[in-house]
């Protein structure tokens, strides 16, 4: 079992940042990889990142490509996406994925298996 706790989503103007991150706990966290995806009222859930095991190998949604980051601290079991120069579009519940089944990035939501809460991004025009 493998739990996994978001925190950072919050309101902001357009153009500005925020960070996620998401703590997990469970199994040992440097054995697989993570994802970042996103939901929005009315839409479908959305690729936004993914990093490897040991963050070697990282992919993202072309929709973020150069303006979101996503890392993570195996001492600290963290993943975390940094979020630059947000639009309204950004708007969603952002969720942390773990595929406990692969250590490498993936990008498709089926192969990741545990799931946070969801935390809540709000970008204002």
């Known amino acids: 079992q493998v739990q996994l706790v978001e925190s950072g989503g919050g309101l902001v103007q357009a153009g500005g940042s925020l960070r996620l991150s998401c703590a997990a706990s469970?199994?040992?966290?440097?054995?697989?990889?993570m994802g970042w995806f996103r939901q929005a009222p009315g839409k479908e859930r959305e690729f936004v990142a993914a990093?490897?095991?040991?963050?070697?190998?990282?992919r993202y949604a072309d929709s973020v490509k150069g303006r979101f980051t996503i890392s993570r601290d195996n001492a600290k079991n963290t993943v975390s996406l940094q979020m630059n120069s947000l639009k309204p579009e950004d708007t969603a519940v952002y969720y942390c994925?773990?595929?406990?089944?692969?250590?490498?990035?993936?990008?498709?939501?089926?192969?990741?298996?545990?799931w946070g809460q969801g935390t809540q991004v709000t970008v204002s025009s």
């Open positions: 469970g199994r040992t966290f440097s054995n697989y990889g």
């Open positions: 990093i490897s095991y040991n963050g070697g190998s990282t």
């Open positions: 994925a773990a595929n406990t089944w692969s250590s490498s990035s993936s990008v498709r939501s089926y192969e990741y298996n545990y």
